[in-house]
């Protein structure tokens, strides 16, 4: 069975930062399309970035220079890095992985079951 663990998630200050890793279980996602999505209470799930094995990636607009996302496939990992959180970035954060030939904006075949970001502002 297919895992992907994500940890990191917290209670953080405006302008602070965190950073969320997901493991998976598995080293076939080291050749596929992985990413992070998020759902704040209400409103429906949406990415937040995407990294292709090569190591290309995308940003939604209201991450943009403030998130970073990376993988080492040599250990399986996913990172989000997250600078200058604002309160809009509380949500519940997913780690989500493509089967090999998907990729966005089809969502994800495999997810994690998602870490809480909370920013105070």
């Known amino acids: 069975q297919v895992q992907l663990v994500e940890s990191g998630g917290g209670l953080v200050q405006a302008g602070g930062s965190l950073r969320l890793t997901c493991a998976a279980s598995e080293s076939r996602f080291r050749i596929n399309p992985m990413g992070w999505y998020r759902q704040a209470p209400g409103k429906q799930r949406e990415l937040v970035a995407l990294i292709t094995s090569g190591g290309s990636s995308n940003y939604a607009d209201s991450v943009k220079g403030r998130f970073t996302i990376s993988r080492d496939n040599a250990k399986n990992t996913l990172y989000l890095q997250m600078n200058i959180l604002k309160s809009e970035d509380t949500a519940v954060y997913y780690c989500?992985?493509?089967?090999?030939?998907?990729?966005?904006?089809?969502?994800?075949?495999?997810w994690g079951q998602g870490t809480q970001v909370t920013v105070s502002s």
């Open positions: 989500t992985a493509w089967r090999t030939g998907r990729t966005y904006p089809l969502m994800g075949d495999y």
